[in-house]
């Protein structure tokens, strides 16, 4: 199976920060990485996949970068309903596996 | 648009079997494969599994084999997920997950999540 390591697990900053969350898999994945936003008592929601590729009605302001085994989120400029739980994905090989998460704060 | 909708739900003692539905609308049924992902209370995402819409084809989790069932009803293009002998460690949110098509199967449309509490 292949493991993903995300981190750090939460982080706490003020709107408008830029934000990095980062991912890293216990092999390579070939960019078959998948990002998701979970707000609380909801389903997660696909902000990106393919590392890069932004989904569809999703704010420009979250990008994604990476290849082989590491890769990260950003958020351009931390806006208030970005306050989430972040998850990160691999779909390259089965089963698919998801980072811990990281939970995102407002200060 | 693509909707899932999943049934309501359950509460179930020890041992016992749940059986969760995924209705799917807005999309040609069979073009696509469903993901099974669960959440305990407080916990990450952790997948279950994934069924092919089209032939049935499964992949499970290996924590999950052979508890886990995963079926179609192409009539009513619903998905059922049935996890047997339940523990309390089952005790989550259960989602279904409809696949990006091409045999990706990323999670794009999300059901809105089953409760299921395994308690005696």
């Known amino acids: 199976d292949i493991q993903m390591t995300q981190s750090p697990s939460s982080l706490s900053a003020s709107v408008g920060d830029r934000v990095t969350i980062t991912c890293r898999a216990s092999?390579?994945?070939?960019?078959?990485l998948a990002w998701y936003q979970q707000k609380p008592g909801k389903a997660p929601k696909v902000l990106l996949y393919d590392a890069s590729s932004l989904e569809s009605g999703v704010s420009s302001r979250f990008s994604g970068s990476g290849a082989g085994t590491e890769y990260s989120l950003t958020i351009s400029s931390l806006q208030p309903e970005d306050s989430a739980t972040y998850y990160c994905q691999q779909y390259y090989s089965v089963p698919l596996t998801f980072g811990g998460g990281t939970k995102v704060e407002i200060k | 648009q693509v909707q899932l909708v999943q049934s309501g739900a359950e509460v179930k003692k020890p041992g016992a079997s749940v059986k969760v539905s995924c209705k799917a609308s807005g999309y040609t049924f069979k073009n696509y494969g469903i993901n099974w992902v669960r959440q305990a209370p407080g916990q990450g995402l952790e997948w279950m599994g994934w069924?092919?819409?089209?032939?049935?084809?499964?992949n499970f989790a290996q924590s999950l084999q052979g508890r886990v069932t995963m079926t179609t009803d192409t009539s009513t293009s619903t998905v059922y997920m049935e996890l047997g002998n339940l523990g309390s460690d089952d005790t989550a949110v259960y989602y279904c997950a409809r696949d990006s098509g091409s045999g990706i199967k990323r999670g794009v449309f999300w059901g809105q999540g089953t409760l299921v509490i395994v308690s005696s």
């Open positions: 092999q390579g994945i070939r960019n078959s």
């Open positions: 069924i092919n819409a089209d032939n049935g084809n499964t």
